[in-house]
């Protein structure tokens, strides 16, 4: 059924006054394309209104420029996943690891004394007809005066250690790889609000 939705999503069609097309007849599938640009335009919007909200200001804005360092923080870009694919029937059992593990590694010492805000979008890429790789697209605000490279090796180890030990527990395997687990840790490329909107909407395409 949900497919039939999919293929007359967005065939209906308004011209709003900013002059783009807003679909009328929206199916509100996960998987699908329109409905999923939407969220993620959705979710953009409303990170950009927090961060605009937050006690600290992006390093490389404007407005920075005129305030002390202790009131300017940094992004930084993480990419997280389980280590190896699973079956597809493991897939929530996965999600249920990833997601309270991601809680715990924000509750860990290291990063709890040094947080400003965070945000996590899943996405999951089905790798054959039996296996997928679910993962996780992360932001976190820092201080500017950060130690980032103390703070990536943490989250590797942290992130690396406690999944496989989960998924050899839940999934009752003797070993699980997770030497990829922890698929990228950067600092935005530029810490200001449209890099972190664009990071955003990367991170929110087709998001779970």
């Not at 011209?15 to 807003?22: A, W």
């Not at 890429?125 to 976190?140: D, G």
């Not at 839940?170 to 972190?196: F, K, M």
Request: charged letters at 20%; a positive charge; hydrophobic letters at 35%.
């Amino acid at each position: 059924m949900g497919a039939f939705q999919m293929v007359g999503c967005g065939r209906l069609a308004k011209l709003t006054n900013t002059g783009t097309l807003r679909p009328l007849n929206r199916c509100h599938q996960r998987s699908c394309p329109i409905c999923a640009g939407i969220r993620g335009r959705q979710y953009t919007h409303r990170v950009t209104k927090a961060l605009d909200n937050m006690t600290h200001t992006l390093a490389d804005e404007s407005a920075a420029q005129l305030m002390p360092d202790a009131q300017k923080m940094i992004g930084l870009k993480i990419t997280l996943n389980s280590g190896e694919a699973c079956e597809l029937s493991n897939i929530r059992t996965r999600l249920t690891i990833m997601h309270s593990t991601w809680t715990r590694l924000l509750r860990t010492s290291k990063l709890k004394d040094v947080l400003l805000g965070a945000l996590r979008s899943t996405e999951i890429t089905q790798c054959s007809t039996t296996a997928a790789n679910p993962h996780m697209h992360c932001l976190i605000m820092l201080p500017l005066d950060s130690d980032v490279i103390d703070l990536e090796n943490h989250i590797r180890r942290y992130w690396s250690r406690t999944i496989r030990k989960a998924v050899k527990k839940a999934e009752s395997i003797p070993e699980h790889n997770t030497s990829a687990s922890v698929g990228g840790v950067s600092e935005l490329y530029r810490h200001s609000i449209q890099d972190c909107q664009e990071w955003i909407s990367y991170s929110t395409k087709g998001s779970y």
